[in-house]
């Protein structure tokens, strides 16, 4: 089965500094990685994906996320953080095979402190 | 395209009340998806479907949830009858794997239910 950690229950950082939110997976066969952030009351938003290539992917605000297959991890960074990031982030995976479910983590409270 | 459009964005209902949300995802999308969100047990998968058919749902919580989706443009769920522990957020979100698409999910906004 698949399944996603996500360590923290929220992180704290200043403006300006880096912000990293961890991830480490679990799934048989190469994993679809993907990251998504939820602003209050909205739905959540599709940030980055990881298929193949490139360990280092990019998306949407600055966002980047590192694929490491040998820790199985795939936290997200991005160098300087903003207050607008303050939000819920959540990783997510699936196998390449078989049906679309994914397994998301439990979520990570960002709070970007001015 | 609009997205996944959901409706109602906002229900207060009594228990013992029928609700029903709405889903409406995105065109061409073959996977759709409900999600139940609490601060408590966060994001929960109630149930999914491909093509119209229900694949899993597992997640379900009682036989007071039901879902159903008649066509490719139009999913409902249903709990008949409300309890004030259903009370959360309710997304509905859709995907596809056609065309060089790799499934990720495109969520709608949401339908907050509150049961009195």
Same mark, same amino acid.
């Given at each position: 089965a698949q399944s996603v950690a996500q360590p923290e229950d929220q992180v /704290?950082? *200043?403006e300006g500094n880096p912000l990293t939110v961890k991830c480490t997976y679990s799934v048989s066969g190469n994993p679809y990685l993907f990251w998504y952030v939820q602003y209050p009351n909205r739905g959540l938003q599709f940030l980055l994906k990881y298929i193949t290539g490139d360990n280092l992917v990019k998306g949407s605000y600055g966002f980047e996320a590192e694929f490491n297959k040998s820790q199985t991890s795939f936290h997200l960074k991005k160098p300087s953080a903003l207050v607008s990031d303050s939000a819920l982030y959540f990783c997510a995976v699936r196998s390449p095979y078989g049906n679309n479910r994914l397994a998301f983590g439990k979520g990570n409270q960002v709070v970007v402190i001015p | 395209d609009a997205g996944v459009?959901?409706?109602? &964005?906002? #229900?207060? %209902?009594?228990?013992?009340? #029928?609700? %029903?949300? &709405? !889903?409406?995802?995105?065109?061409g999308h073959d996977y759709l998806f409900w999600y139940r969100q609490t601060m408590m047990r966060g994001l929960e998968l109630l149930i999914y479907f491909n093509n119209n058919v229900p694949i899993d749902d597992s997640g379900m919580p009682e036989d007071r949830f039901s879902a159903k989706m008649p066509n490719a443009s139009f999913s409902t769920l249903k709990i008949q009858p409300? #309890?004030? &522990?259903?009370? *959360?957020?309710?997304? !509905?979100?859709?995907?596809? %794997? @056609?065309? @060089? /698409? %790799? @499934? #990720?999910l495109f969520f709608g906004e949401g339908s907050r239910l509150t049961v009195l």
């Open positions: /704290n950082v *200043a | 459009i959901q409706s109602p &964005r906002h #229900e207060v %209902t009594e228990m013992g009340q #029928e609700v %029903t949300l &709405r !889903c409406k995802p995105i065109s409300s #309890e004030p &522990r259903d009370s *959360a957020v309710y997304f !509905c979100a859709s995907s596809t %794997t @056609g065309q @060089g /698409n %790799t @499934g #990720e």
